[in-house]
C-alpha cells in the first residue's frame, strides 16, 4: 500500500493532524464493517469510568478466524506500515516537542520492538498496537493529550449507514494549557471550564474509510464529545498507536 501519495495535512503548525482518504480497499473495509467484533455489555459496565467506552485489543480471541479482521491485522502490524508512520513523521514529531531534550531524545534511530517494556537507550524504541473501540450513545472520551510515550495516534472509524453519526467524530482544542502528564479533565465542572476558556480548532468528521492521525506533544488536547444518536447507537473505530517503550 501507498500511504504517501494520499496524506493530507488539515493542521500542520504546532498541531500536527492528518488524513489519508480512502484507506483502505473499499470491499476489504466494508467487510471489516460488516465483521466488526461485537462487545459484551459486562465490558462496557467495567469501563463505565471512561465515559461509557470499551475496547478489545487486537489480539482478543477469534480474530485468526475471520478473514477479514486476519487482513487487516495484518496490514496494521507489517514492517511496511510501521516503516511509513514512523520515518514520514520522524522529524515533525521531534519538532513538536516542547522540551529540548526531549526533542534530541526523539531523534534518536527508531527501531521497532514488539514488547512495551523493552527499553531503548542508542535507538528509539516504538511499539505497535491497535484495538478496536466502541463507545455507546451519548458517550465521550474527556479532554487529554496522551501520554508522554505516545508516538502517533490513528483513527480509523466505522459510521453506523442506518443513523447520522457525521458528527461523533474527534474534537481537538487550541489551548495554552501544558498537560506534559497527561491529565484527563473528569471533572463535570472543570470539564465545562476548559470548553469554555478554550476553543474547537478542528473536529474530524465520523467519516467511512477515511484514516485520521495526529502526533502527541503537551498542547494536543482532544476529546470525543457526547452525542446522541439513539439509545442502542454504539461509536465503532479501530484506533492504531505507535509507542515509545521508554
Known amino acids: 500500500m501507498n500511504f504517501s501519495k494520499n496524506i493530507k495535512f488539515i493542521l500542520d503548525s504546532n498541531k500536527k493532524i492528518f488524513k489519508i482518504e480512502n484507506f483502505l480497499d473499499l470491499d476489504l473495509y466494508n467487510n471489516i464493517q460488516k465483521n466488526f467484533p461485537v462487545i ?9 469510568d471512561y465515559g461509557g467506552k470499551a475496547v478489545l485489543l487486537s489480539d482478543f480471541p477469534g480474530i485468526q478466524n475471520n478473514k477479514y479482521l486476519k487482513k487487516l491485522h495484518e496490514i496494521i502490524l507489517s514492517d511496511d506500515f510501521f516503516s511509513f508512520f514512523t520515518k514520514f513523521f ?20 527508531i527501531k521497532r520492538v514488539y514488547q512495551q517494556k523493552v527499553p531503548g537507550f542508542i535507538n528509539s524504541n516504538i511499539f505497535l498496537d491497535y484495538q478496536y473501540s466502541f463507545i455507546k450513545n451519548n458517550g465521550q472520551i474527556v479532554p487529554h493529550v496522551d501520554a508522554l510515550r505516545k508516538y502517533q495516534s490513528l483513527m480509523l472509524y466505522f459510521p453506523d449507514p442506518n443513523v447520522d453519526d457525521h458528527g461523533y467524530g474527534t474534537t481537538f482544542w487550541e489551548s495554552e494549557v501544558k498537560n506534559w502528564d497527561n491529565r484527563h479533565i473528569q471533572n463535570d465542572e472543570q470539564r465545562e471550564n476548559f470548553k469554555q476558556k478554550n ?19 503537551d498542547f494536543s488536547w482532544h476529546s470525543v464529545e457526547p452525542k446522541n444518536i439513539n439509545k442502542n447507537y454504539v461509536r465503532k ?8 517503550t521508554s
Open 199 to 217: 476553543k474547537i480548532i478542528y473536529q474530524t468528521p465520523f467519516k467511512a474509510n477515511c484514516l485520521y492521525g495526529f502526533l502527541r506533544n
Open 90 to 109: 520522524f522529524f515533525k514529531t521531534s519538532f513538536l516537542q516542547n522540551n529540548f531534550l526531549r526533542k534530541l531524545k526523539y531523534l534518536r534511530p
Open 237 to 244: 473505530s479501530i484506533n492504531i498507536n505507535f509507542y515509545y
Open 40 to 48: 459484551s455489555e459486562d465490558k462496557f459496565k467495567l469501563e463505565a
